[in-house]
């Protein structure tokens, strides 16, 4: 059974940062882009940022462009999410999934709340 299990969220104050990380288990995915994803209340998920297979590209939503860095350890099944210069705005409940995401592998998330 694939799971992936994100973790790293937290509280902090505007201007923070947090290291946010996602573990696949169940099979391997270094074949695969993988995205951090997140969403809030009444809002539709949206796309953060993605890494190709080697961890040669990257992509990021415009809004967090500069202050959010993706990476990845293929020997290790991990992605993770840097992000720094935290806002307010980048409250929300964060996941991680293939690229395209699979409906199948959403996790449970974790939840990052930025303080003004």
């Known amino acids: 059974q694939v799971q992936l299990v994100e973790s790293g969220g937290g509280l902090v104050q505007a201007g923070g940062s947090l290291r946010l990380s996602c573990v696949a288990s169940g099979r391997t995915f270094n074949a695969y882009a993988m995205g951090w994803f997140r969403q809030t209340p009444g809002k539709e998920r949206e796309f953060v940022a993605a890494?190709?297979?080697?961890?040669?590209?990257?992509e990021y939503v415009d809004s967090v462009k500069g202050r959010f860095t993706i990476s990845r350890d293929n020997a290790n099944n991990t992605v993770w999410l840097q992000m720094n210069s935290l806002k307010p705005e980048d409250t929300a409940v964060y996941y991680c999934?293939?690229?395209?995401?699979?409906?199948?592998?959403w996790g449970q998330g974790t939840q990052v709340t930025v303080s003004s």
């Open positions: 890494i190709s297979w080697n961890g040669g590209n990257f």
């Open positions: 999934n293939t690229i395209p995401y699979d409906l199948n592998y």
